[in-house]
């Protein structure tokens, strides 16, 4: 596939939002009086910001669907466990390991809970969220061909 000058200045543009958006979190935090200097500032840039969660996932989506991926869907997820199955479970027991050690007592019971429902630290959603995608992509691949006429982009003309 070819690079997309477009598709570049998009994760470009949405890397610098994270960036910013985690920097001005720590302005607006919800116990953060609003008298603090700079408080409004930090507001309006993290929420200008916002939109670069999504963008990264419209733009997994289209580098993901841009190719047939129904076709070869076992190795299509032979190769993205590699890219996101095996991270997600180094930091999922790196970050367990890590609340055990900082609380110092730990009941086995209540952590399964959180690992199942994706929440094992919270900064990991994006890498839960991924996963999730990415087993749906084959299916929603195999039904883009479906409906796609023969020889049209799969983004429209242009991108």
């Known amino acids: 596939m070819q690079r997309n000058p477009a ?14 958006l985690h920097v001005a979190a720590a302005a607006v935090i919800p116990d953060a009086a609003l ?21 990264f996932v419209l733009l997994s989506g289209a580098l993901l669907l841009a190719r047939p991926l129904h ?14 199955l095996l ?3 180094f ?3 790196f970050y367990i390991l890590w609340i055990f050690l900082n609380q110092r007592s730990i ?5 399964w809970r959180p690992i199942l429902q994706g929440r094992a630290y919270y900064h990991l959603w994006f890498l839960y969220m991924t996963a999730c995608l990415s087993l749906a ?23």
Do not use: H
């Open 87 to 89: 991270p997600l479970l």
């Open 137 to 159: 992509a084959p299916g929603i691949s195999w039904l883009l061909a479906r409906i796609r006429p023969a020889g049209q982009p799969a983004l429209g003309p242009g991108l």
């Open 107 to 111: 009941d086995f019971a209540p952590l």
């Open 7 to 20: 598709y570049d200045l998009l994760r470009t543009a949405a890397m610098f939002a994270v960036v910013w």
């Open 71 to 84: 076709v070869n869907p076992r190795a299509f997820y032979r190769k993205r466990a590699r890219r996101i």
């Open 91 to 93: 930091w999922t027991v």
């Open 35 to 55: 008298e603090r200097p700079g408080w409004l500032a930090a507001d309006l840039l993290a929420a200008f910001s916002r939109w670069s969660v999504p963008a």
